[in-house]
């Protein structure tokens, strides 16, 4: 089960159907599901890019994180972090792995790869670029995802909970971006 979902608008330009297709689109076998969510976001690359990267410190814009320790690595390929979440979700802890961080092409892969939750087999893709003039200028986030769809549950379900997840923090990292901008004009 794949499907798409827009936060935001501008999923339907040139350069953001280009990124989806090089870097989002997955064959998925019929026990995982996935999605494509997009955000456009009123701020430059650089400063949208300068949190994304920042593996050890994801909380620096998703809002269900209480604290990141390091638990391999220094937040380069290959480093493990152990991320606290906050209460109120159905986790408390979920261990990831980043899998690619690619500084010119703006793209960071992660993996899950233990915790306390259902989301098994976790992996995810998320690109920033900047769309043409002629469709606004600003920095475009895409967050894609598979995961397993866990016994007892559907592939709606699994999906939805994602979504909403992923949905609040690409909202989060836009308007944490935009009001850093609005600071410094």
């Known amino acids: 089960m794949l499907c798409r979902q827009s936060t935001r608008q501008?999923?339907?330009?040139?350069?953001?159907q280009a990124m989806l297709n090089n870097y989002h689109t997955t064959n998925l076998p019929s026990n995982q599901c996935g999605s494509s969510l997009v955000q456009t976001i009123d701020a430059p690359l650089p400063l949208v890019w300068s949190l994304i990267r920042r593996f050890e410190h994801p909380q620096g814009y998703k809002r269900f994180v209480k604290k990141c320790t390091m638990l391999t690595g220094d937040g380069g390929i290959g480093s493990v972090r152990e991320v606290m979440i906050m209460s109120g979700?159905?986790?408390?802890?979920?261990?990831?792995?980043?899998?690619k961080l690619d500084d010119e092409k703006h793209v960071l892969k992660f993996s899950i790869i233990g915790g306390d939750h259902r989301l098994v087999n976790y992996s995810s893709t998320i690109t920033l670029h900047e769309e043409e003039e002629e469709y606004g200028g600003k920095t475009v986030a895409i967050e894609s995802y598979a995961v397993d769809i866990p016994e007892g549950s559907s592939g709606e379900d699994t999906c939805s909970f994602a979504?909403?997840?992923i949905g609040c923090n690409l909202r989060s990292l836009a308007e944490i971006t935009q009001?850093?901008?609005?600071?410094t004009n």
């Open 89 to 99: 979700l159905p986790a408390g802890v979920s261990v990831e792995r980043l899998d």
């Open 10 to 16: 501008n999923s339907e330009t040139p350069t953001t």
């Open 179 to 183: 009001e850093m901008v609005c600071k």
């Open 163 to 165: 979504n909403t997840i």
